[in-house]
């Protein structure tokens, strides 16, 4: 019975998690995004597109920009390096989601001079604390707060190194960024609401692309997420059935043990008067008995299971 | 009734056929108490078996009341011992997981009868076992176990009973009380008992004995 009820407790708890997960994401994809649309591009934008920007900003639109380039980044006082991923950012962003600081509500401070808000794990690294300076290249910054949560997706790019987030137009004074240089330049739009975001692209998308520029809604990036979580989940429930159905072999084995002890009873029950198939259906019924039980107390510890995390990330 | 005629068992030993039982013939009428009696190996067990329909002999013939038992299937022999056969085994064989109680309600609950609490509690009274009725078989004593085995077989009124060395597992006493259960039993309700056995003290009482040896009928006194 255990073996039941640890393969559906683990399908149960598949199944769930992942339903969780593509919630989440169908509730939090914008703020995933940090605006309705995202047009990216690893070169400068051309000045084409710059004027389409601008002239979709007189039709309602607001937009944000987010330069993201590698950096080395020295505090003077501790002498300590990082490779770190530099992220220059516009007054405006994230048009959602809440950028969650430490000291808290740091955030605003970021635009008011060269400052930086810092991933803590840079922090650690370089045995610093704010109110340091921090060197990029040529520029200069002081750290005014560390980074608590950030509700953009992470990337491939987050993973090798700490976010640095600055002020966009200070990019320029830290000379990193120059012809040839590898950075990746989005531009996130906020529509007026109730605007489709994939109706409103779509007349303009090949003008776009033309330019070399990846233009992603927030839908189309829902359901790339929705879709890898999917196949994921699809293949650890795959895996999860595997694990059940090895178990099912083990109940068969069981059963049949249960079955053989109590052969002396079966031959008692036709000295009875008991046929074939009452006595099949004895025991057909205690097996599938167990067999339920089991699936449901593997149903029920999933749950309390999922409680229990669910309430301990929450009190975090 | 239970006829037996010509009745024959034979076994494959290998390849050589090994003959259990030969050409027993014999006629019980309803209401007598018979003793089957022989050693060890003269094939006493295996003909209970076919007079109560849980085999099929190699030759010959078995009647319990008018019914070919060779010409029916396993659910019809099954339905046929319900109605009207019980039994009564040397180890008792009580089903450990149910109380005494629910034990003799088992071929009343297999037969679908209407009232099969009341009548079992009526059973356990008569076998003098009202106080442990809601005893599991492990928490009564062998003769306990045999009253109670004893009851289950009483449970639909069979016809007949068959009693498989009913006392080979008690004491002397104990032997004897359960062997007077069986003849009050037979003596008041007319069910006919067929009793296997080896204790020729027990079979003496018997209103009739049939010997056997080497699978052959050797004396008959109600012949």
């Known amino acids: 019975m255990s073996s039941i009820s640890l393969g559906v407790a683990a399908l149960v708890a598949i199944d769930s998690f992942s339903t969780n997960i593509v919630q989440s994401v169908k509730d939090q994809s914008r703020a995933l995004m940090g605006g309705d649309i995202a047009f990216s591009s690893n070169k400068p934008f051309a000045p084409a597109t710059d004027s389409l920007f601008d002239s979709l900003s007189h039709n309602g639109l607001s937009f944000a920009r987010v330069t993201t380039f590698p950096s080395m980044a020295v505090v003077p006082r501790t002498s300590g390096t990082r490779f770190a991923q530099v992220r220059g950012v516009t007054d405006n962003y994230p048009f959602y989601g809440n950028i969650v600081t430490d000291p808290a509500g740091s955030w605003p401070l970021l635009q008011r001079g060269a400052n930086a808000i810092v991933d803590p794990g840079l922090l650690t690294s370089l045995n610093a604390k704010v109110g340091d300076t921090l060197k990029l290249g040529f520029g200069t910054f002081t750290i005014v707060a560390s980074i608590k949560d950030v509700p953009s997706a992470a990337g491939i790019a987050e993973m090798l190194g700490p976010r640095i987030f600055i002020p966009a137009r200070y990019i320029p004074q830290t000379q990193l960024l120059v012809f040839g240089s590898t950075a990746d330049r989005t531009v996130l739009a906020k529509l007026p609401p109730r605007v489709d975001p994939d109706s409103y692209i779509k007349p303009l998308r090949k003008r776009f692309e033309a330019q070399q520029v990846r233009v992603r809604t927030v839908t189309e990036s829902e359901m790339s997420t929705s879709d890898a979580i999917e196949n994921l989940s699809n293949f650890i429930g795959i895996v999860g059935l595997v694990a059940l159905l090895l178990g099912g072999i083990g109940v068969a084995s069981g059963v049949r043990a249960f079955v053989a002890r109590k052969i002396d009873t079966v031959a008692v029950l036709r000295c009875l008067g008991a046929s074939s198939g009452q006595v099949l259906a004895i025991y057909v019924v205690q097996a599938a008995a167990m067999g339920l039980a089991g699936a449901a107390a593997g149903a029920a510890c999933s749950l309390v299971l999922r409680l229990a995390a669910g309430l301990r990330w929450c009190s975090r | ?223």
């Open chain 2, 1 to 223: 009734m239970l006829i037996a005629r010509e009745v024959t068992k034979e076994y494959m030993s290998g390849e050589q056929k090994l003959a259990v039982l030969r050409d027993v013939t014999f006629t019980i009428p309803q209401g007598a108490f018979v003793a089957i009696v022989g050693p060890s190996g003269s094939g006493k067990t295996t003909l209970l078996g076919l007079l109560a329909g849980l085999d099929t002999p190699t030759h010959g013939t078995v009647l319990l009341d008018d019914a070919d038992l060779g010409k029916l299937n396993e659910n019809e022999r099954a339905r046929l011992r319900g109605e009207k056969v019980g039994f009564v085994f040397q180890t008792f064989q009580l089903i450990p997981t149910l109380t005494a109680l629910e034990n003799v309600q088992v071929p009343l609950e297999l037969r679908g009868t209407s009232g099969a609490t009341e009548r079992a509690r009526d059973l356990i009274d008569r076998v003098g076992l009202t106080g442990r009725s809601h005893h599991f078989p492990t928490q009564l004593s062998g003769g306990e176990q045999q009253r109670v085995a004893i009851a289950r077989a009483f449970a639909n009124s069979p016809r007949i009973l068959f009693a498989d060395e009913p006392t080979g597992n008690l004491d002397n006493a104990t032997g004897h009380r359960i062997f007077e259960l069986l003849r009050s039993l037979n003596s008041d309700g007319g069910s006919t008992i067929v009793l296997v056995t080896h204790d020729a003290s027990l079979a003496s009482q018997a209103s009739r004995m049939i010997r056997l040896l080497d699978g052959a009928v050797v004396e008959d006194t109600g012949a």
